[in-house]
């Protein structure tokens, strides 16, 4: 068996599949929390068919898909958009700590650095 066919099976054959990203439309790399993202956000079906470059025939069987699984579909819905808050709250934290340690603490420091880095591009240390 391909790698391909482990990790992704068909949950709606034809419509939706299970991939290593989640629920996916078949055929497509577009997962369904992208489509239920920008449906929460107001965006219309049809805009969105076109934003997503999808066929109107796809996009008619995830919205069908999407209500006929909605309970299911909102609970793992829900862990993605916490999981994905949770990432970004890990990355702004490092990104602010990495901010921290690279910016000078006063101009002495900024001469200092400066000057090592000056030595670093000769190749001097």
């Given at each position: ?86 990432l ?12 921290k340690?690279?910016?000078?603490k ?20």
């Open positions: 068996m391909a790698t391909a066919e482990i990790l992704e099976t068909l949950v709606a054959p034809g419509v939706v599949r299970r991939s290593d990203r989640g629920l996916c439309v078949a055929g497509k790399r577009v997962t369904l929390y992208l489509i239920m993202d920008y449906l929460k956000a107001g965006w219309p079906p049809r805009l969105l068919r076109h934003q997503l470059l999808l066929s109107e025939e796809e996009m008619n069987q995830v919205m069908s898909y999407l209500d006929s699984h909605r309970a299911e579909f909102e609970s793992e819905y829900q862990q993605v958009v916490q999981y994905n808050e949770e970004e709250r890990h990355y702004r934290e490092q990104e602010r700590e990495l901010r340690i690279s910016q000078p006063d101009a002495r420091e900024a001469v200092i650095v400066a000057r090592l880095t000056a030595l670093r591009q000769a190749g001097k240390l």
